[in-house]
C-alpha cells in the first residue's frame, strides 16, 4: 500500500515533466527551421550575381537600368540592387564581369545562396555553354536567358 502511494506521488510530476519537456523540445526545434542560416545548408548552393548599381528609389533603377534587355532587382534596407548576370561559377562570373566592364558599364561580383532545384539545373546548364565561349553576343544571350528564367521560376 505505501508502494501505491509512493507511486502515485510521483507519477502525475513525471508525467508532467516529460509532456513538458516534449514541447518545449519541439518548440526549440522549430526555432532552428526558421532561421535562414539553418536553411542555406539543406541543399543551397552558392551563385554569384553580377551587379549593376545600387539605387535609392525604384525610379531611379528604371530609368538607369533602360540599357539592359533583362535584369533583376532586390530590395534591401530600402536600396534597389540591379543584377545583370547571374553564375554558379566564379570564372564566368569574372567572364561576366568583364563583358559589361568592357561595354562601359559597372559590374560588380555578389556572392549569395540558393535553393530552387529548378532554377540552379538551369543555370548549370547555361553556366556549361558559358564555361565554353568567349564570343560576347553568346555572353549577353546567355546573360538574357538566365535572368529571363529566374524571373520565370523564383519570381512566379
Known amino acids: 500500500m505505501v508502494m501505491v502511494i509512493i507511486m502515485k506521488k510521483y507519477v ?6 516529460l509532456v513538458i519537456g516534449l514541447f ?4 526549440f526545434i522549430n526555432q532552428y527551421d526558421d532561421l535562414g542560416t539553418i536553411k542555406l545548408n539543406r541543399g543551397s548552393e552558392k551563385i554569384y550575381y553580377i551587379q549593376h548599381g545600387a539605387y535609392s ?3 531611379s533603377m528604371k530609368t538607369a537600368m533602360t540599357s539592359f534587355e533583362n535584369y533583376i532587382y532586390s530590395k534591401e534596407d530600402n536600396i534597389y540592387y540591379a ?6 561559377n566564379k570564372e564566368n562570373a569574372e567572364k561576366i564581369k568583364k ?3 568592357d561595354k562601359g558599364y ?3 561580383i555578389k556572392e549569395k545562396r540558393a535553393d530552387n532545384e529548378g532554377f540552379l539545373t538551369i ?3 547555361y553556366d ?5 565561349t568567349t564570343n560576347v553576343d553568346t555572353i549577353k544571350v546567355i546573360c538574357n536567358q538566365v535572368l529571363a528564367k529566374y524571373e520565370e521560376i523564383i519570381n512566379t
Open 83 to 88: 543584377y545583370v548576370g547571374i553564375t554558379k
Open 128 to 132: 556549361n555553354i558559358l564555361a565554353e
Open 123 to 125: 543555370l548549370g546548364q
Open 106 to 108: 559597372d559590374a560588380y
Open 99 to 101: 563583358y559589361f566592364n
Open 24 to 27: 518545449m523540445a519541439n518548440f
Open 57 to 59: 528609389s525604384m525610379e
Open 12 to 17: 502525475f510530476p513525471v508525467a508532467l515533466a
